[in-house]
């Protein structure tokens, strides 16, 4: 079965310091992966998309970057954090055409 | 520009009370609506997805319906829990890819024992 993994669960970090999030599937191949944030009082917002290894869209402007190493795997980050850049993150795949599962989450507190 | 609102932002009921979440969205051309289930500080479980072309969809007690034509959806659920205690999110999916979806910001529902 098709299963994500996201970590850590919680981070906190002080402003200006790097950022990297990871999140891996598995049990399947070449999945459409996202990165989405959710930041107090607003919506999830979209911020990466990957279609395949090396290929990363970008939905809106920001201090975050994304990379897609390997097929599974889809890395956030950031050279140096903002206070904006609270919030929790989350990383999904598209299970074939019907649904969108989410991982765990991952909840990064900027100090 | 899709904008997905919920209202209202918090519910709080009696157990046993059957309720209805409202979705509204300004962009009738979707590909298809979701209503997820977040607990506190986890990720989402997607409950319902309707199909641009299809009316409504159940599963147990949860009844999510679409109406197009007005930019409505509704969450309805019956015999409410404590269990049911989260905060429920509605998205709407433009275009092929499903994963690029607008979510609105949620509504915060309490079911007391």
């Known amino acids: 079965s098709q299963t994500i993994h996201q970590w850590p669960a919680t981070l906190v970090q002080p402003v200006g310091s790097p950022l990297s999030l990871e999140c891996t599937v598995e049990g399947t191949s070449n999945p459409n992966l996202y990165w989405y944030r959710q930041a107090a009082g607003r919506g999830l917002q979209l911020l990466f998309y990957s279609v395949g290894i090396g290929q990363i869209s970008s939905e809106v402007p920001q201090n975050l970057s994304a990379s897609r190493p390997q097929d599974r795997q889809f890395i956030l980050s950031s050279k140096k954090l903002l206070l904006s850049d609270s919030g929790f993150y989350l990383c999904?795949?598209?299970?074939?055409?019907?649904?969108?599962?989410f991982g765990s989450g991952t909840q990064l507190s900027v100090l | 520009k899709q904008e997905v609102t919920q209202i209202p932002a918090a519910l709080s009921v009696p157990e046993g009370e059957n309720l209805v979440l409202n979705c509204s969205f300004t962009?009738?051309?979707?590909?298809?609506l979701q209503w997820f289930r977040q607990d506190p500080g986890k990720g989402l479980t997607s409950l319902l997805l309707i199909q641009s072309s299809q009316r409504e969809q159940t599963s147990g007690r949860l009844n999510a319906s679409l109406d197009k034509s007005s930019g409505r959806s509704t969450l309805y659920i019956a015999a409410s829990q404590p269990g049911d205690s989260a905060t429920y999110l509605c998205a709407a999916s433009q275009g092929g890819s499903q994963g690029n979806l607008i979510f609105g910001k949620g509504t915060k529902l309490s079911v007391k024992p």
């Open positions: 999904a795949w598209l299970a074939g055409p019907k649904k969108l599962f």
């Open positions: 962009d009738s051309a979707i590909y298809n």
